[in-house]
């Protein structure tokens, strides 16, 4: 099937190395930043409508915004030897995640990725699913009926619960906010609003001091957990294998660190704005509500799901997948080219840096009927699209290695929570999002619970 766009998209005529993607209209000197800082998501929209590759000035640099599936599978999969993550990622995580699979490339990237590996296979899922459920089902029963949460928030505690319980195998009640405290100064750096403050690197601003106060804070968090499990039974929990791993010598202290900390942020941070927004939508949908609300009864045979009900729960699964589709958690997947490509037909030198937006794609007509509408029951069919007209968790070999958790986790947990209280949300129109890789909501976000 071709997926054209628009005349205004063709690309180059063999053989014209002169050519250039198309460019939206920026202002002088802080190019097309400032509109991003001001609504990331309709910058993106507006520009990606140019065509498949877009050419975007930003401070400082020139970024390829990738809007086509074909695209998007050549820098990821494909060709993905060609590219590595972006000068961007490596500086969002700098301080805190240096040493981490997040930031690493070549051999060190591999060596962490596959010692990590285990701590994701199946059977470890197998063994944390009936553990993400009972994490669930204790949370909520905190929740009083007819009390107003912080849904967001409350969504962050309990991911953050879910995976050390998991991952970790650590108690980590009443210290979740030093784990959310250094995301939030994550994002604050990382904030794409910076660029527009043409405040120069060196000078230190509130948001660098308040950042280091977290990971030190967190830092040490994580030095007494690794401490605490150092001398316990050991598993296949994540834990237990970065512990393994440096006991062997493969491992040093600083990379088990690092990893524990980028499974902590990383871990949770996407986990928790999916949840809201599903929340969000099962309130919107009250159908779908009543649909999952159905399927729950018949599937679970109990008062709370099993690890098994994961597999069975197929309604839940597709509303959390189109849930992924509408508001996917990143605005992103970065790359740079490590050697010259071409890309569409346009020759792209190295050091060539790239977006490909998850938002845009998962709403192009091209790929999706009614694109805007949320409707799980698009997933009951055998796709017709290209493969990565959706790509939440990224794809290729550098995709997110938490993919498997976060849709066995977020399926559950939403299960466990629709099988016991009703959340009746209100949102503080217009949804906004913060402009930076991370798409946080940054509107208020709260619901009444209501017990069944
Ligand atoms: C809804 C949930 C989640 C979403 C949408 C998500 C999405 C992503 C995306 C888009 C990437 C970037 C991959 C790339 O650069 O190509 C990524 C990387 C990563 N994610 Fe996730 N993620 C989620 C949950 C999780 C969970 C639960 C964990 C851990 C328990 C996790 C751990 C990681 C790690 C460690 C990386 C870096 C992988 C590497 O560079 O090798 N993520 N994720």
Known sequence: ??????????????????????????????????????????????????????????????????????LIEQILVAEHERFTISPAQRETFRGIEDHAVTTTTGDRWERLRSTLRPAFSRG?????ADRIVDTAATYIEQWDDGERIDLYREMRLLTVRILADTLLDVDIRGQEDVVMNAADALVDRANFRRPGQLLPDWIPTPTDRRFERAVSDLDAYVDDLIADRKDRERGDDLCSVLLDARDAGDLSSEEVRHNVVAMLLAGH????????????????????QNALQEEYVAVVDGDRPTGESYITLEQTQNAVSETLR??????????????????DGYDL????????????????DRFWSEPTAFDPTRWEDPAVRPEYAYFPFSGGPRNCIGIHFARQELTL??????????????????????????????????ATVHRQ
């Open 413 to 446: 947990v939403v299960a466990t929570i629709l099988g016991e209280v009703e959340l009746d949300v209100t949102v503080d129109e217009p949804l906004k999002f913060t402009p930076s890789l991370q798409l946080r909501p940054e509107s208020d976000i709260t």
């Open 269 to 288: 941070d996407s986990p928790s704005v999916a949840l809201t927004h599903v929340w969000r939508l099962l309130d919107e949908h009250p159908d779908v």
């Open 349 to 364: 030198s190295a050091g060539a840096q790239f977006l490909c937006p998850q938002w845009p794609v998962h709403r192009d």
């Open 124 to 128: 470890a899922m197998d063994r944390y």
């Open 1 to 70: 099937m071709a997926f054209d766009r628009p005349p205004m998209t063709r690309s180059p005529s063999a053989g014209d190395t002169t050519a250039v993607p198309p460019s939206p209209d920026g202002i002088p000197i802080l190019g097309n930043g400032l509109a991003f800082a001001r609504n990331p998501i309709d910058a993106i929209k507006r520009w990606s409508s140019l065509g498949d590759i877009v050419r975007l000035e930003i401070p400082g640099q020139t970024m390829y915004l990738v809007t086509g599936p074909e």
């Open 326 to 343: 509408l508001y996917p958690p990143t605005l992103g997947i970065t790359r740079q080219a490590t050697e010259p490509v071409t890309l």
